[in-house]
């Protein structure tokens, strides 16, 4: 296990109106949901930044003299560093140094599955370490392995600025391929009229706990961040009977470094895409306004600031203050506050949504020929059933159905509509 020495920054001219307290939280988090120990977390709080190091050579020599005293394998700083503040911290501090972009590619490569995630991360990483590339710098020292060489691995690496082009272009199409196989099932979805909401939020907020309440599905769960990187998609059947696809993406982050949202953003077109946006937040983090405004940022990046939103307040079940989340959801109208973990309030949620799609619905009274009788499993399995009547020339069903579904069928024989 690398034992690891924190710096966390806040640079007084910097837009971000995170307090250094945050900024500490975070970046702890962070490395917790790596292998490394943590051995401390130095503060720095800076007028502005300097050219060599970032922040000023006194805070440089009481890092370099506690990761002498405690041994420390690597340096971790919470603020992003150009390749010669890396290179002259390594050499000042005498420590491997990374910076934040560095610890969250390498927490993506840790978590990717898919071929296509992991290529997504490679990309990434490709093109973060590719203007740091220089002879004998920084990026060659780090090769010993530990966080911050996951992924593209040693032989990668040490390609020439040729070869590192050539194969960011060949991750790219293989990428585009995967987007384009993407699209395809997104048009037989539409095709199929099936309305689509998708649950984005901040890393940890429990997206992945809500989809599996919704949809009695198993995604895989956890404390630590960036738990899901690839979408996935599952049916809900609302209480009126619409089928909804609900999909959960990979968790967004304070300032998310721009080639991951690059990298990542055929696959964050399931949410540019989506008829409805849940967005959901932790109303026990201290964090939560904070982590609101990262999450729409991110939003306006990718092309989805116009969606409609229904927030959800989630984990209340770790709130003790009940009034807190009354407060709350009056900054976030339209909100509902529940806990996906216990399903407490889940069905205000559901409510909402259904609300949302409801106009996309019509009432019909129809009757099946008893020839037809698969019809009468579409319509159970496509639509809200309110009463069922089995006549001598066939079966009367009084539903509520999609209205771009019911016109692909209209012109069917096999049933007729009366009043």
Known sequence: MEKALLVSIQIKTDKGHWRIEDISSELEELVTSTSAEIIGNIISICDKP??????GKGKVEEIRALANEEAVDL?????????????????????????????????????AKSPEGKMQVELAQLQYLLPRLTGKGIVFSNLGGGIGTRGPGETKLEMDRRQIRKKIDTLKARISDYRQHRLTVHKKRKSNNVPSAVLVGYTSAGKSTLLNYLTQSEQVTSEKLFTTLDPLSKSLKLPNGQNVIISDTVGFLHELPHHLVEAFKATLEEVVDADLLVHVLDISDSRLYQHNQAVLEVLEEIGAQGKTILTALNKIDLVEDRSWFEITKKDFPDSVALSAKTGENTAALISKIEKHFLGLLINLNVIISHNHMELVDFFHRNAKIHKTEYLP????????????LYDKISEKKEFRIID
């Open 50 to 55: 300097t050219a060599n190091f970032l922040i």
């Open 75 to 111: 340096v971790i700083f919470s603020h992003d560093l150009s390749g010669t503040q890396l290179r002259n911290l390594e050499a000042a501090i005498g420590r491997k140094t990374i910076d934040r972009t560095q610890l969250i590619l390498d927490i993506f490569a840790l978590r």
């Open 393 to 404: 020339d066939g079966v009367k069903i009084n539903l509520s159905i999609d209205k771009q």
